[in-house]
């Protein structure tokens, strides 16, 4: 046994990661749909996405909203202390909880964790899904999105993490690679130690614990075909589209949630960034969920649900009329489409509040959520 395979080994994280841990109970075999939860992020307004008219999201507004259950009236509730803001929101979607989270350390602003499971912890602590089929899709700049996988605290944590694919993650897998096989000049070698320490204090959690050995092969793959100049491949929200139609194709995650995230480039005050973002993210739901509908692993067995992180400020009087940060009505009207088999056709003509939408994905995959706050939608199944 060599080095590697001891320490993960020791760790119990090898290829027997899906067994049942001491006291637990075996689970049992996913039968349920998959699951593809796209975070329509970076924070965007209903003005710009599902207004009939406006829509700069033609796709997702035209064609995905009647395939399914149509919900324009989704709510982030106006608590005390709730931020509308990115990392909140998506913990907001992942947990069914508010304020469920905590600083991930006082020397990094902006790094929370999750202080309840997550949806991949219940599905992974259900059902005998190895990690590699539960997938998060990060963007590159945004490590603070790295702890998502997994929870602190006393539940069930880093056993039934999903896996992460980002550039992020992908460089960490390249400068390892790098360093083991030592193949390059002396300099350049320092010079890749040196990128590794770096990435490695952008997340006090490190790199641990290590991918599985799915999502190493696919990290292989996408270094044969990118290179490892980092030039080849697309940027931003494309890269995420581009990321996850490789994981379906290649990992088939029973579960996986896409985080989109460019829309937010219009803090630095250029409208067009934010419209042109909120178009490549229509153009990539196209990618995803053609793919899904030609591939027989997916077609008729696959839900999707869109949603928001969070909504945008709308002040026309302010220079960039759309922030996020002000606690305006607006920043917390976001909203859902969910379609795909067992899901109802039609719109929700009611306010749901954001805390229901992990208790309906729990229900649709057939585990209960159980410290969720919300309730699984009504009538959004058939
Ligand atoms: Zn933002």
Redesign the pocket.
């Known amino acids: 046994m060599d080095r590697r395979s001891f320490t993960l080994g020791s760790l119990g994280l090898a290829a027997g990661l899906a067994a049942p841990l001491p006291g637990l109970a075996q689970s049992a075999a996913y039968q349920g749909p998959n699951v593809v939860l796209v975070r329509f992020g ?2 965007v307004r209903r003005a710009e996405t599902i207004d009939e008219a406006a829509t700069w999201a033609p796709y997702l507004r035209h064609e995905l909203a009647p395939r399914g259950t149509f919900i324009p009236d989704l709510r982030i509730d106006k608590l005390e202390g709730v931020n509308t ?2 990392a909140e929101g998506t913990l907001n979607l992942l947990t069914g909880r508010y304020l469920a989270y905590r600083e991930l350390s006082e020397f990094l602003n902006d790094r929370l964790e999750p202080t309840e499971p997550t949806l991949f912890e219940y599905l992974r602590r259900s059902f005998d899904i190895p990690s590699h089929q539960v997938l998060l899709i990060n963007g590159e700049d945004r490590p603070q999105e790295e702890f998502f996988t997994f929870g602190a605290g006393d539940h069930f944590g880093v056993e039934y993490r999903s896996e992460m694919l980002s550039l992020h993650r992908y460089k960490l897998y390249r400068t390892a690679m790098q360093l083991a096989e030592g193949t390059l000049p002396e300099d350049q070698l320092l010079a890749v130690a040196e990128e590794r320490a770096a990435l490695l204090t952008k997340d006090p959690r490190g790199a641990t614990p290590d991918p599985s050995p799915e999502v190493q092969a696919f990290w292989a793959r996408w270094r044969q075909d990118s290179g490892d100049t980092g030039l080849k491949n697309p940027r931003g929200d494309r890269l995420l589209t581009e990321l996850a139609t490789r994981a379906m194709a290649d990992l088939k995650p029973r579960f996986l949630m896409v985080n989109y995230q460019d829309p ?1 480039y219009v ?1 630095w005050g250029n409208p067009s960034h934010y419209t042109r973002a909120i178009r490549v993210i229509d153009e990539g739901l196209q990618r995803l969920v053609s793919m899904a509908d030609a591939d027989p692993f997916y077609r008729d067995n696959t839900i999707f649900v869109i949603t928001p992180d969070c909504g945008r400020d709308a002040n026309p009087l302010a220079e960039v009329p759309f922030q ?1 940060h002000f606690n305006s009505r607006s920043a917390h009207e976001v909203w859902a489409v969910i379609f795909g088999p067992g899901i109802g056709k039609g719109v929700i003509d009611r306010p749901v509040d954001q805390s229901a939408i992990a208790p309906t994905i729990a229900a649709a995959m057939g585990f209960a959520a159980n410290r969720a706050e919300g309730q699984a939608i009504e009538g959004v199944f058939l």
């Open positions: 970076g924070g803001s990115h937010d803090h996020h």
